[in-house]
């Protein structure tokens, strides 16, 4: 099956400061999403992007589909963005494959 | 608010019990799924359902089943529980099937802890 690993594994940022979250999938997809699971548990969608890029607000996805992976852009970082950050694909199946995610803490 | 429900919230119950979980997907969505988010093993998927309809099963125990009624909301049972059922159970729900793909819509979840 396809595997899903997700870079770096823990971020610890400072407030307002940018930071870069990296997915990579072993084979071509037709479907990813970016989920954040916040402090108490639900997971947020965040983006819809099997292929390009896309922007809402502070923050920005890009995938390179032929290159298999994705990128989660956080820009002046708050710390209500803390919490963990997923990506999930799928190809021709049913099911998701979710990433075992970063975790991102933000501090005041 | 993803306008995907699910009930209990919260759960605890005893080794060897039985319960029911229950999932009513977003307005228009055919399609549910469910995952179960453990600390050792990630977000894993369950099952999914399209239109009353089972779809695709992934690491489904056999103690565990599912179900879609013609209302569409959906319900997860989980018999004869043992400690390691603990976790995180989400339901999801789609526009369509699988086939074509389709944004996921996640619930908040029903933290189901075995004593």
């Known amino acids: 099956g396809i595997q899903v690993e997700q870079s770096p594994p823990d971020l610890i940022l400072q407030e307002g400061a940018n930071s870069t979250l990296r997915c990579n999938f072993s084979d071509s997809v037709n479907n990813l999403q970016w989920f954040h699971q916040n402090p108490w548990g639900q997971l947020i969608n965040l983006f819809y992007i099997p292929s390009g890029t896309k922007q809402n607000g502070r923050l920005s996805a890009t995938t390179v589909a032929t290159e298999r992976y994705s990128l989660l852009y956080i820009s002046s970082s708050q710390t209500t963005d803390s919490g963990v950050y997923f990506c999930a694909v799928r190809r021709g199946t049913y099911k998701y494959i979710f990433g075992t995610g970063t975790r991102l803490k933000v501090l005041a | 608010d993803s306008g995907v429900t699910q009930t209990p919230k919260h759960l605890i119950t005893a080794t060897g019990q039985r319960v029911t979980l229950r999932c009513s997907p977003r307005s228009g969505d055919l399609s549910v799924y469910w995952y179960q988010q453990s600390l050792d093993q990630g977000l894993q998927f369950l099952i999914q359902?399209?239109?009353?309809?089972?779809?695709a099963k992934g690491n489904i125990l056999e103690r565990f089943s599912a179900q879609q009624f013609p209302d569409l909301h959906s319900e997860l049972n989980l018999s004869s529980l043992e400690l390691g059922d603990s976790a995180l159970y989400f339901c999801?729900?789609?526009?369509?099937?699988?086939?074509?793909?389709?944004?996921?819509?996640f619930g908040p979840g029903t933290r189901l802890t075995v004593t």
């Open positions: 999801a729900s789609s526009v369509g099937t699988g086939g074509v793909s389709y944004e996921q819509y």
């Open positions: 359902y399209y239109n009353g309809e089972e779809r």
